[in-house]
């Protein structure tokens, strides 16, 4: 470069500062190329795209693109994916679904957003439940863990019922009763309580005909299974005494236990719930068709 072109020898443009000239020199022909290139890119995209603000909205550009449309397109592209897989989902019935790993692995992807969006704030993100809200995540079912079931329970919701016993047992008859539910989940069995828990002395008591006689449950009425240790409420000896003396959902006693699940047939589609209740059959205690025939 220096061969051609001597840069000290440009023209002097007459400024000079601390014994600095200042040439007048061009700038080099990369850097030119440079600059052409970008204004000209900045008009190209100027032309095809919207770029420049005005009061209301900005200039449109001619390819019509907007970032509305892009998402539109996208999310299509998405359905596309996805309607394949619905269509398949709503012809086939619970028990197919759970045999096929690549339907029932859509179903609960789906189901999850689903999930965090209406179950959660009750049942914990990942069915853990809570103090008033029951454990998704376990075997241990108040209404039954077939997926039928569980469609059934979101579509309609639930509400179990034990009426308050305060005023219909006496003292000594409740005692005996809380006594003889602890005893159960360790496998003692405490005679005196065992005879009202059946009804069979004078009060109106009767647990076993929603308890059952083996006081395992019955999931047609939501009642739980008393002879496990997992508690829906509390497994305490405070905790069953108040359970007993004020039941649940019971109207007539202030003080009774709440335990209302909510309806979701009309905020949710019949695909929705049938992707949720696969998701919550397979949080750990799903069981098959076969088993819930028990009762
Ligand atoms: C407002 C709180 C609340 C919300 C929201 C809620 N649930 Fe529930 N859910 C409950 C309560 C309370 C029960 C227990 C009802 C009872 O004890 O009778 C329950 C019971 C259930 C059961 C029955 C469990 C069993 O052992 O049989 C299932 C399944 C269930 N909920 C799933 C869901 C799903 C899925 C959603 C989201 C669509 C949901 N719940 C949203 C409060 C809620
Ligand atoms: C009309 C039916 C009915 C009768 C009668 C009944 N229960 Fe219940 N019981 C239920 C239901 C339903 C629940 C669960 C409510 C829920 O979770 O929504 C329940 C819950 C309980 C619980 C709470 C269990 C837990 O996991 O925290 C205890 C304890 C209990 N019952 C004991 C008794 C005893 C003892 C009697 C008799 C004195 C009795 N029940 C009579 C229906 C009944």
């Not at 500062?17 to 200042?22: L, N």
């Not at 596309?80 to 012809?91: C, F, H, I, M, S």
């Not at 086939?92 to 959660?120: P, S």
């Not at 863990?145 to 329970?153: D, K, M, N, P, S």
């Amino acid at each position: 470069m220096s061969e051609k072109h001597d840069p000290y020898e440009a023209k002097d443009t007459g400024h000079e500062w601390d014994s600095i000239r200042e040439l007048d020199n061009p700038p080099p022909r990369w850097w030119m190329i440079g600059l052409h290139i970008s204004w000209i890119s900045v008009v190209v995209y100027i032309i095809l795209f919207p770029a420049v603000p005005l009061i209301n909205s900005a200039t449109k550009g001619i390819l019509g693109w907007t970032s509305i449309k892009r998402l539109h397109a996208q999310v299509a592209e998405i359905e596309a994916v996805r309607k394949p897989y619905d269509e398949k989902l709503k012809g086939m019935d619970m028990e197919e679904i759970l045999k096929n790993n690549e339907l029932l692995t859509f179903a609960q992807g789906g189901a999850k957003v689903i999930f965090g969006d209406h179950c959660a704030p009750c049942h914990g993100a990942g069915g853990q439940g809570g103090p008033k809200f029951p454990v998704l995540a376990d075997d241990d079912w108040l209404y039954g863990g077939t997926a039928e079931t569980i469609v059934e329970t979101i579509t309609d919701g639930r509400q179990g019922n034990m009426p308050a016993h305060a005023s219909t047992l006496s003292k000594k008859e409740l005692d005996d009763v809380v006594q003889y539910v602890v005893g159960l989940s360790s496998g003692k069995v405490y005679e005196a309580g065992l005879a009202v828990f059946m009804g069979e002395t004078e009060a109106e008591a009767a647990c076993a005909s929603c308890h059952g006689v083996d006081a395992k449950g019955m999931t047609m009425v939501g009642a739980p299974n008393l002879t496990d240790s997992l508690w829906r409420f509390s497994g305490t000896e405070e905790g069953i005494r108040y359970t007993v003396e004020h039941g649940v959902n019971d109207e007539e006693d202030a003080l009774t236990r709440n335990a209302v699940m909510p309806a979701f047939g009309e905020k949710l589609s019949k695909l929705q719930i049938k992707k949720l209740a696969l998701l919550v059959h397979q949080f750990g205690g799903g069981q098959a068709a076969v088993v819930d025939d028990e009762e």
